[in-house]
């Protein structure tokens, strides 16, 4: 079968919410041979929006905050509800083969199993802002394919992981009370992208630590400017193992979803497709540099003069840039 008659009937199947179909079409785009690009480019061509547009939600926490089962106890209520969910999960990479460490599958085995779901553990492959290189695509994708909620879980949270609220509708963060003193390890950066604060963990115990986290992050996000004029970041408490406050968390997020539409979801996700394109354009120029052999020589070279203090990284830039643009460009740039 020629590419073009296979590609056709991949997206054809995709619509038709194929879990296969949608695999290998994420595979797909996470390939970095050159054909497969180039296929990849035309399948997200061909893609049409999806209508109604899913819920997208991005979720970022400390590590022992409890992000995959907190999402497997939202994704099955939301199922429940009557949804279909995606969650894209990125892990941490494995220095020596490159995959998953921390395996959500495994994290979310009843989720996995339920048939209203569809659950991808990504790599990050070493890419900052929390999310896999390609974690835009394999979400629309996900939508393609009849997802009306897609949830993309971050590594961890710190201010690398703002990128995923560059993608979402929704950036939800989580706490724990069992830290003692949450606020200290949330940086101020990644609470004032937060749509909404979570407070994990508010059982037994623990649940009257969460009850002061909750009070103090309260108060705390008073401090900040809001992310969007007039915007309120409610602050909320849950228990994921026991469901405690899952449905008023859901409650809570469909709500804002709603409230959302009245600042412009439309010109959002417009901001964030601009905001793709030029992460894109960086992102090409990096791998062009990196993988030409003749760019990769004098890259290294003017790495280890960096190294070295011959030269100020100021002006090795300019000496890369050099290579990809013509001197007048360069000049000016100085």
Same mark, same amino acid.
């Given at each position: 079968?020629? !590419? ?49 547009? #899913? ?26 509800? /009557? ?5 894209? #999960? ?8 490159? /995959? ?71 950036? !939800? ?5 069992? /830290? ?17 604060? !979570? ?21 705390? %996000? ?7 004029? /007039? ?42 497709? !601009? ?24 890259? #290294? ?27 007048? %460009? ?5």
């Amino acid at each position: 079968m020629r !590419v073009a008659d296979d590609d056709a009937t991949l997206l054809s199947s995709l619509r038709d919410g194929d879990r296969r179909s949608l695999a290998r079409a994420i595979t797909l785009i996470e390939s970095t041979r050159p054909d497969h690009r180039r296929r990849a480019r035309q399948l997200l061509d061909d893609l049409e929006p999806a209508s109604p547009p #899913a819920v997208r939600i991005g979720l970022s926490g400390s590590p022992g905050s409890g992000k995959s089962t907190l999402i497997e106890a939202l994704g099955l209520h939301a199922i429940e509800d /009557g949804h279909q969910v995606a969650v894209l #999960a990125v892990d941490p990479s494995s220095v020596v083969s490159g /995959g998953s460490i921390l395996g959500d599958k495994t994290r979310m085995a009843e989720l996995a199993r339920s048939p209203g779901a569809y659950i991808r553990p990504t790599p990050s492959a070493g890419t900052l802002g929390g999310v896999a290189r390609r974690t835009r695509e394999a979400l629309l994708l996900c939508e393609a394919a009849g997802f009306d909620l897609v949830i993309v879980e971050t590594v961890g949270v710190g201010q690398s992981e703002g990128a995923v609220a560059d993608m979402v509708d929704l950036f !939800v963060l989580v706490a724990s009370p069992a /830290g003692g003193d949450e606020l200290q390890g949330i940086k101020r950066g990644i609470m004032e992208l937060a749509d909404l604060i !979570v407070v994990n963990k508010a059982d037994g115990d623990l649940a009257a630590s969460a009850a002061r986290v909750q009070h103090d992050l309260r108060q705390a %996000v008073e401090l900040l400017r809001p992310k969007r004029k /007039g915007w309120i970041v409610d602050v909320t408490t849950c228990s994921a193992l026991t469901g405690a406050g899952i449905p008023e968390l859901w409650a809570t997020i469909d709500a804002a979803h709603q409230r959302l539409a009245t600042y412009g979801l439309e010109a959002l996700r417009a901001d964030q497709n !601009v905001a793709w394109l030029w992460s894109e354009v960086t992102d090409a120029v990096t791998a062009y540099l990196r993988s030409d052999p003749t760019l990769r020589a004098r890259v #290294a070279e003017l790495e280890e003069r960096v190294a070295s203090g011959d030269i100020a990284p100021t002006n090795a830039a300019l000496e890369v840039l050099s290579q990809l643009l013509p001197s007048e %460009v360069t000049d000016d740039l100085a």
